[in-house]
């Protein structure tokens, strides 16, 4: 079945590493995207790629980093320079046209830093 | 840009009693509207979405919402609330720029 994986489901780092958080989809989709999610927050934008090898920053990048070489894959680094990347993060992608092809979604991995 | 304002965060509703989700949205241009739920520790699921056809919008599991362009909501209802359906919800709106802007969610809560 297509779908999007998301992997590890929790993730564990200690303050001051940085962290990749995998994202792999095989429904052919051209746009993927990173969204963060906190209690009372809902979601907010972090990244999003519309096509291979381009990619732009969402409405809270700073501290995170992406690269897009795959049409499969969009990983997210959580760098050291984010101030509080303890949370729920869930990738997404599309057919070009969110109205046309709505978003599909990961189930997400837990990052925890202590 | 686009933002939505979802207000109340956590919503209880009685077994069988209508469910009512409030959306409420701001774009500059005409606006794609969507639904999604969430069950815990899992990605979004779609519940319905609005892209310029029928005003009356119907989507899975009874769920229907309803897009008003002079009040600049698209709410959530369905008629009679089941067990099935305590999770979280949320509104979103896109304005064509294949970014999808979220509100804040409804936790619901369904009482036996």
């Known amino acids: 079945d297509g779908g999007i994986t998301q992997s590890p489901k929790y993730l564990f780092r200690k303050e001051g590493q940085n962290v990749t958080l995998s994202c792999e989809q095989n429904l052919n989709h051209d746009a993927m995207y990173w969204y963060r999610q906190d209690p009372g927050q809902g979601l907010r934008l972090i990244y999003y790629s519309q096509i291979v090898n381009d990619f732009q920053k969402g409405d809270i990048a700073e501290g995170y980093s992406v690269s897009r070489e795959k049409k499969e894959s969009f990983p997210l680094t959580v760098t050291s320079a984010q101030k509080n990347p303890t949370a729920f993060y869930l990738c997404?992608?599309?057919?070009?046209?969110?109205?046309?092809?709505?978003?599909?979604f990961g189930n997400g991995t837990r990052l925890t830093v202590t | 840009a686009q933002s939505v304002t979802q207000l109340g965060s956590h919503v209880s509703v009685s077994e069988g009693a209508l469910v009512l989700l409030r959306c409420n949205y701001s774009s500059s241009v005409p606006p794609y509207l969507f639904w999604y739920v969430q069950y815990p520790n899992q990605g979004l699921q779609l519940l319905l979405k609005?892209?310029?056809?029928?005003?009356l919008v119907k989507g899975i599991n009874g769920f229907e919402a309803e897009f008003k362009k002079s009040e600049t909501s698209f709410h959530l209802t369905k008629p009679s609330a089941h067990m099935s359906d305590a999770a979280e919800y949320f509104c979103g709106v896109s304005g064509g720029n294949n970014r999808l802007a979220f509100g804040k969610g409804n936790q619901v809560v369904v009482i036996p």
């Open positions: 609005y892209t310029s056809a029928a005003t």
């Open positions: 997404a992608s599309s057919q070009q046209g969110i109205e046309d092809s709505p978003l599909h």
